[in-house]
């Protein structure tokens, strides 16, 4: 990774993602810069999970934690750095 984050860490991501298209001119398409910032919840040699958000199954006799985040390959990260807070 760019820097040095690790599990837990509150972080902000610049990445390059795909991109769809449809009846327009490709070769004006191109990866697009997103952003994002989340806790990284898993890191390894290609990809990087972020979680953003964390929520209790509304199923009252579940037990689990769902939760929604991004799953980023190092590959297309720009900048990776821990967010201010």
Not at 20 to 44: M, N, W
């Amino acid at each position: 990774m760019r820097s040095a984050v690790k599990t837990g860490d509150l972080v902000y991501v610049r990445y390059l993602d795909h991109v769809f298209f449809k009846d327009t001119d490709a070769s004006q398409q191109k990866p697009r810069v997103l952003e994002a910032e989340g806790r990284v919840d898993h890191e390894d040699p290609i990809y990087v999970r972020l979680v953003f958000e964390k929520y209790a199954d509304p199923d009252p006799l579940a037990t689990r934690v769902r939760s929604m985040g991004l799953v980023i390959l190092k590959s297309a990260i720009l900048e990776i750095r821990r967010a201010n807070v």
